[in-house]
Structure formats: structure tokens, C-alpha cells
């Protein structure tokens, strides 16, 4: 049996609701930030993809300025369709279209600057332009990589990887409120199993990683020690074992979960949870 990695990071934040999740079958209702981060991801992963395209396209030297623009011009208009592919989900929220449009704009004018200024230095510094460009450009990102190994019982799919000459870096994109310092646990879970798979299916070393906070456009590193294989290995037995044994576990006792979270009406809806209970036992 292997597990997704996202399941690490829901058992770390309330084992209950991944037991509600994944035994009991139970959806969370799709809420405002859940749809934006949805359109968040869904545009970082084309604009990766798109990004062999754009730098191949620079083929004669540019202006900062017009470097800018014409990220930002290909950018919107993939943020334009990812809004678009949204909308039956939208409906579901208190957002409209120009909403989600107005919300995810700053990330896109951010983003466009940033690669812009590294395409710039790039070119500033090596004097290549077009395919050679594009063959010689440093760090390469792939989105959305598909990891998986037997021996971790573990598969995910991490949102960036950044390949340089001598190594991997795992990316983690997260909407929402970030910690005052560090990284939220499950996060830092996320990110180890993401290094481990990397170093797995590659055969290099990983020795760190990153969550990018995107709401705050904060970018938080995670170095990678030896001791993570055995923690990951320790969480993958303890989250098999309560998605088998079919045993509810307890309230988290955490006042700030139990209010952001979407199961929480169902969760303390004890008479519900017991007949699903019921009928998960008797199946
Ligand atoms: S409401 Fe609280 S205890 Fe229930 S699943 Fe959500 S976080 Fe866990």
C-alpha cells in the first residue's frame, strides 16, 4: 500500500479528519481560499509549462521593462483560463470571476517581475539569447512532478522542483496564514517526504527545501537531516494503521483547527459520524 504525501500533512494537522476524510468518506465543502488556491496552482503549473516557450522567444536583447511585459502579457492570460476552467467551483463560493481575477493579480505581477529580473541578469551576465537561452538557464523548474517509492509506502506529486547543475530543490506553494517563524509541521513534513522521494528517483542528493507562503510572498527554507527517513517512515506506519484498523480518533483539541476546519459541523455531529461509523464496520 502506498499513501499520498498530503496525507501526512492532513494526519499532523487533526488525525480525526483524516479518519472522516478517508474512512468515512466525508468531503469538505469547497470554501473561498480552498478555489483560489486551486487557481493559484493550476497557473504556476502552466506558466512552467509556458516556460520554455517564453525564453526561447527572447531572441535579441530586451529591455528590463519590455522582458517584464511580455511575462506579465503571457501570464495573465493563463491566469484569465485557470479562472475560467474555475467557475462551476466559484459558484460554490461567495467569489465571482472578477473577484478571483482582482485576488490572484498581485501574485502574477510579482511573479512576472521575478523571473523577468533573473532572465535579465541571465542574459546580461552570459550575452545567449533564444534556444541557447533556454539550454544553458539555471535553476530549470518542473511543476508538478510525480514521485513514488515502494520503499516508503509514499507517491505525491510536488508542485515545483528546481534543477540545478548539482541537485534538486522541492518547492511547496501554500495559500493561507503562515507560522511567525519556520514553517507550519506538516509543511515541514510535506516538504522531507518530497526529499526523500527526489533523492529516490534521481539519485542525488536533496539538502533542502522550500515552502513559499504565497499570500505573503514569503519563501521559507527547510534544511534536510538524516534522521527525517526514519520520522517519515515512523508517521507513513501510524497513518496506514488508522486508515486500517477503522478506530475514530479523538477531537484534536484545538480550538483554532476545529474553527477553520470544513469538516467541522460533521465532525461534531456525533449521531452522523457513529452511523457512518456502523456501516464502515459492518462493510
Ligand atoms: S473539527 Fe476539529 S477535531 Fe474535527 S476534524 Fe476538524 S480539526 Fe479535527
Redesign the pocket.
Known sequence: MKISVSLLSTYL??S??LF?QKVLMLEEPPKESLVLGTIRHETYDNINKREENIVSSVTKKFSFGELRDLYRREYLKILRKSIANNKERLKDTSLNMLDAYRQSFPFIMEESQARAGNIFSFIEKHGVYGEELWHRLTPKILSELRVESDELRLKGIIDQVHVYEDGYVPFELKTGKMPQDGVWPSHRIQIAAYSLLLQEKFNKPVKNGFVCYLDTKVKRQIVINPFMKEEIKQIVDEVIALLEDKKLPD??N?EN??RK?G??QA??NEDEVNNLLKVKISS
Open positions: 494537522y487533526c480525526r479528519k472522516l477531537f484534536c484545538n483547527k476545529c476546519c469538516l467541522k465532525c461534531y
